[in-house]
């Protein structure tokens, strides 16, 4: 995000600031003209604003909080996305934007041997992987029926500026 405004793009933020929402960094972004921030659930919006792209940071995360409540993860990260690709496919196709989703390398299961890619089988193995790949699922037979442009992003343990600490490290 930081980027993107740094280069003078317009950016809309929409947060519902659940608990792994950096909510100081809004402040931060809030000095720039470009920086638009709305804070609303993507379960619940009902149109988006005209973009080019659309990404898709929006998920309830950590295997342990999938596993003791995975009611939340169902929706945020399946009844979410779902909703977004339902107000893409709304659009006019001349006015669509291309849908970018930050997935897990955890929709492929455990690596036993060797290592998966794109083309690997999805084998998720907790509640909050299950979710992602039902996503992902989802974004790729709507991209089909729906002719909706989309990338699937699946990071591994991503680690970096104002990230929390056990995304390093799991606990």
Known sequence: VKKLLDKKNTVINIDALTYCSDKEINKDFQTYKKYIFLNKDICTIN??????????????????????????????????????????ASKDIKNRPRLFHISTDEVYGDILDGYYDENSILKPSNPYSATKASADMLIKSWGRTYDIQWNILRPSNNYGPLQFPEKLIPR
């Open 47 to 88: 149109n988006l604003p005209d973009a080019d792209y659309i990404v898709n940071f929006a998920a309830e995360t950590h295997v342990d909080n999938s596993i003791n409540d995975n009611d939340v993860f169902i929706k945020s990260n399946i009844q979410g996305i779902h909703n977004l690709l339902k107000l893409i």
